[in-house]
T-cell receptor, first 112, second 114 residues
Framework: GQQVMQIPQYQHVQEGEDFTTYCNSS?????IQWYKQRPGGHPVFLIQ?????EVKKQKRLTFQFGEAKKNSSLHITATQTTDVGTYFC????????????FGKGTHLIIQP | DGGITQSPKYLFRKEGQNVTLSCEQNLNHDAMYWYRQDPGQGLRLIYYSQIVNDFQKGDIAEGYSVSREKKESFPLTVTSAQKNPTAFYLC?????????????FGPGTRLTVL
């Protein structure tokens, strides 16, 4: 599968600050999924974006898919200690049971 | 209680031994997947299966084998041919129809080869 590049690799924030992670591809993405993995845990699905320019919100989380479908972002407003973990973007090429192509993730570390 | 189970949680093996990791799901999903995760890295696809008795290689299939004799089960064998088998192994499942393909992950097996 094609590569999805994710930045930053690590992000330290003070509790209450905002956080953003970015996912970029050199080619057009069919769609993008976002997962969260708590330390020592397994990835948990957050959302899937399919349409160009799509924006979805889940409480303090805002997900965007670029107009050209080559980038995506996850923004967390007013971080809390429960937000700690690694956030991955992943491309699903669609059309069946193909696996996901994951970015390397952004590790969110929150300082109280 | 629906979900995916993997066993064991931790597994230690000597170099040169084959080892089989278990993955069972009761979500009635057609598709199942195996991923490998190395420290600080994303997940990489080893094998996937869309239907019973059929499976496809992923990006890093060398040194691994799978079977899909039942819909609920997708065991992964790490063979002695896998040069660096120590890793966190994650199994996942999903439905295959439609545009959306949320994957449900099991708790994982941490394999250490000594």
């Amino acid at each position: 599968g094609q590569q999805v590049m994710q930045i930053p690799q690590y992000q330290h924030v003070q509790e209450g600050e905002d956080f953003t992670t970015y996912c970029n591809s050199s080619t057009t993405l069919s769609n993008i999924q976002w997962y969260k993995q708590r330390p020592g845990g397994h990835p948990v699905f957050l959302i899937q974006l399919v349409k160009s320019g799509e924006v979805k919100k889940q409480k303090r989380l805002t997900f965007q898919f670029g107009e050209a479908k080559k980038n995506s972002s996850l923004h967390i407003t007013a971080t809390q200690t429960t937000d700690v973990g690694t956030y991955f973007c992943a491309e699903y090429s669609g059309g069946g049971a193909d696996g996901l192509t994951f970015g390397k993730g952004t590790h969110l570390i929150i300082q109280p | 209680d629906g979900g995916i189970t993997q066993s064991p949680k931790y597994l230690f093996r000597k170099e040169g031994q084959n080892v089989t990791l278990s993955c069972e799901q009761n979500l009635n999903h057609d598709a199942m997947y195996w991923y490998r995760q190395d420290p600080g890295q994303g997940l990489r696809l080893i094998y996937y299966s869309q239907i019973v008795n059929d499976f496809q290689k992923g990006d890093i299939a060398e040194g691994y084998s799978v079977s899909r004799e039942k819909k609920e089960s997708f065991p992964l064998t790490v063979t002695s041919a896998q040069k660096n088998p120590t890793a966190f192994y994650l199994c996942a499942s999903s439905i295959t129809s439609g545009e959306y393909n949320e994957q449900f992950f099991g708790p994982g097996t941490r394999l250490t080869v000594l």
